[in-house]
């Protein structure tokens, strides 16, 4: 079936989405440092949105052939985890390396859609009894715009640690902006792309 190309740019416009633009560094330490199973911990107080990060980043491993255990289903928000207690978890998880990514800055940005109105005519011509033509003209205003967009954005710093060490062997930092109709799910999952990307692109996975 053949899709009219306007409607489908308007469906293209109704979907909520984001993009991600992301910057990273290796440890030169850990230049040959590379994982097959990782633990992601996004630490953010929302839950939901934590959830939803980290399944995008374990979706998105997987398709590596990568294995991945999320914090939401290990680490419980509200106790507090002694150093020891810590260790002996990611030892039972059997990862080697821990994926932190924690929120720099969030928000929205506001643009302002002036208003703007559009007048159609219709006119219809009609036969009169003696002959002649009588003309009637009806027009219709719309107005359009005059209103603020709210767009969301959010800044986000990633850590790749390794077990063995404890040290940091990756470093990156991303900044995420949304469509007028995305929200903030989106705007996370679009980073947890873009990690896994620049994970793969940096030779830290083994596929």
Avoid at 32 to 50: E, P, R, T
Avoid at 80 to 92: F, G, H, Q, R
Avoid at 141 to 169: C, M, Q, R
Wanted: glycine share 8%; charged share 25%; net charge positive.
């Amino acid at each position: 079936m053949r899709r009219c190309p306007i409607v489908l740019a308007i469906l293209l416009a109704l979907c909520g989405c984001a993009t991600t633009s992301m910057h990273s560094r290796r440890n030169r330490e850990f230049r040959d440092a590379a994982y097959k199973n990782l633990l992601v911990i996004a630490a953010f107080g929302d839950l939901s949105l934590q959830e939803a990060l980290e399944r995008k980043i374990r979706d998105e491993l997987a398709l590596l052939h990568v294995r991945c255990e999320m914090g939401h289903e290990v680490i419980f928000p509200g106790k507090s985890y002694t150093a020891e207690e810590y260790s002996e978890l990611i030892d039972s998880l059997w990862v080697r390396g821990v994926l932190i990514i924690t929120s720099s800055g969030s928000g929205y940005s506001k643009t302002y859609i002036p208003p703007s109105t559009r007048t159609k005519t219709k006119g219809t011509a009609t036969r009169t009894y003696g002959g002649g033509f009588r003309y009637n003209e009806k027009s219709k205003t719309t107005t359009s715009g005059g209103y603020n967009i709210h767009k969301p954005w959010a800044s986000f710093v990633a850590e790749l640690y390794d077990v063995n060490t404890g040290e940091p062997v990756w470093y990156a930092t991303a900044s995420t902006r949304g469509n007028a109709f995305a929200n903030f799910k989106n705007v996370v999952r679009s980073m947890g792309e873009k990690t896994v990307t620049m994970l793969a692109k940096d030779s830290l996975l083994i596929r």
